[in-house]
């Protein structure tokens, strides 16, 4: 009840984005190893994900439109563990009552598939039809219904573009799962799933940025931190390229940014800004777990030793090559 509290409901769906994120979340937590990801017109009209992880079991399909306040993560600390990233309980719900909503889904124990379709709130009877292992999610027309929400939607241009921005983030987040892009019928990103890093990077960043960098491995009792640096070569004009992930979570942590920032001063032009790619394994009991899950700024216990830990890779790993 407590954590539930804690966790302030409220819209999860702001934009074709908000919906994005949450179905993949959805497949990560179905424990997925391939992806696919699809949008037209900028995710206002049609968003599609589809995955081949666990599936939903014909007689619970209806349920999980349903608001569960039991959800998969137990207590606020769980929030911070890698093992799930549902929350709310209400991802599903919430798109439902916003978006036209078709789901098919089949789990490896099903002989056949189950398809069910949910508009505004009306169902459609549950259908038994052939599909692969796995879950495809449709949402069409978002805000079809609530047209004053509607109106704060930007241009498919800039939606699509935060989608492609969110994607990004995942598949740098996840290296293990095998993640496909299509905007408009293209094809944006498409990464291996073979746990390469590297590849993602150079995948998104492309060849400039991946030729440039320094790996950093650190670990001390509760923490670990690994991943890429890149040389202050490739040092960008604004903190986009500052990327880091808390448990397999894009959230960002000012002693983080301040500790990456303060070791690279020595190397870097003022207003400059480092290209980061760094994977923390944090001990939950070391996050301060009062902060909104939503919001994506995190606290630490002892946000001091963090900041020496960071500090300490960022420029050893600045210090031992020739840059
Ligand atoms: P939460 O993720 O917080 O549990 P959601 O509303 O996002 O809540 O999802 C509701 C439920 O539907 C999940 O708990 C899960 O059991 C099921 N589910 C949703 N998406 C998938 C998927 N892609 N694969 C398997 N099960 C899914
Ligand atoms: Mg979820």
Redo the contacts with the bound molecule.
Sequence with gaps: QNTINKIAAGEVIERPASVVK??L???I??R?TAVTVEIKEGGTTFIR?T?N????PRE?VPL??LR?ST???KSVEDLFTIS???????????IASVCQVELI?KTSEALTGSRYSIEGGMERPLEEIGAPE??T?IARNLFFNTPARKKFLKTPMTEGSHVAELVEKIALSHPEISIRFIQNNQNKLHTSGNHNLKDIVYTVFGREIAANLLAVEAKKQDIAISGFIGKPVIARGNRNYENYFINGRYIRSSIISKAIEEAYKPFMMQHKYPFTMLHFTIEPELLDVNVHPTKMELRFRDGEMVYRMVYDAVSGALAHKEL
Excluded: P, Q, Y
């Excluded at 799930?84 to 919430?94: I, P, T, V």
């Design positions: 949450e179905l979340e959805n497949a937590d179905a997925a994900v995955d992880g666990c599936g939903i619970e999980a439109f569960h959800s998969k993560i799930s990233l549902g929350f709310r309980g209400e991802a599903l719900a919430s889904t796995g879950t999610f």
